[in-house]
């Protein structure tokens, strides 16, 4: 089966192919974060859209089991220069002629659809007489201005236009030893779990039992390193942040076989 590539941008790892998201959710319960804004809907950031980014330990994960290929494309970072500049020029004046064709258009249906309301009020201007309904919504037709450049859309492309080949990357942090997240998001992806990232609920990840869509999430893993001093503070206060949002708290450690131990913290005071 073909690898999935993930781009890498400034330390960023993107998927931009809405197929290969597709795949990333459906076949390796992959779930991501979209940052993009939706085309149809760019001037909110309730709903967004592609490029979906991917956490360190989710590419650390799928990159060890060889499901991705870690690309970056160096020259689209450069600036157009020779036939390139010209082909994007001529690409972007006939999305423009396209754009006018469809300004006048759907301007016209408008007009069409207050038809009504144009004719009287020619025939008032006219003081009541007849007035020819076609050759008045003609006038107004003919009124409608060009289109300006400045309103003109650009198309951003979620691919290269033309053939890129883009060169193989890996991160440094790849050639070392796995952090502690990197093993804990694995081994509950081992159990089964939907993982996403846990840092409006005070953690690292949020553990969830099917679909983040379909499910809410039952757990907050938190990552405690071998040597990080546990206070009766820090304990009390993430008992008391799991029953607040009714979730329960996982301490996520390693042992002295460097396997991944739980323990769960519930708060039960007053």
Request: charge should be neutral.
């Amino acid at each position: 089966m073909k690898m999935i590539e993930l781009c890498s941008c400034n330390g960023s790892f993107l998927v931009w192919n809405f197929e290969d998201v597709h795949r990333l959710r459906s076949e390796h319960r992959i779930v991501g974060n979209f940052i993009g804004c939706l085309p149809s809907l760019p001037r909110q950031d309730q709903m967004l859209g592609l490029p979906m980014e991917l956490m360190i330990e989710e590419v650390y994960h799928l990159n060890s089991r060889g499901i991705v290929k870690l690309i970056e494309f160096k020259q689209l970072n450069l600036p157009a220069q020779g036939q390139n500049k010209e082909k994007i020029e001529e690409m972007h004046k006939a999305s423009f002629a396209d754009q006018e064709v469809i300004f006048k258009v759907e301007r016209t249906k408008q007009l069409l659809q207050m038809a009504d309301k144009i004719i009287e009020g020619k025939r008032r201007k006219m003081n009541g007489k007849t007035v020819d309904e076609k050759i008045a919504l003609q006038e107004e037709i003919d009124k409608i201005p060009k289109m300006s450049k400045d309103l003109m859309m650009v198309q951003i492309f979620t691919r290269p236009h033309w053939t890129c080949q883009g060169e193989s990357v890996l991160p440094l942090d790849f050639h070392v030893r796995p952090t502690l997240r990197c093993k804990v998001f694995s081994d509950l992806w081992e159990k089964g779990y939907y993982i996403t990232s846990g840092e409006k609920f005070g953690g690292d990840f949020l553990v969830y039992p099917g679909d983040p869509l379909k499910f809410h999430s039952h757990f907050i893993a938190v990552c405690v390193e071998e040597h990080q001093m546990l206070t009766p503070w820090f304990l009390i206060q993430k008992g008391r942040l799991g029953t607040s949002v009714k979730k329960t708290v996982l301490m996520c450690s390693l042992d002295e076989n460097d396997e991944v131990n739980y323990q769960s913290v519930n708060w039960n005071g007053k």
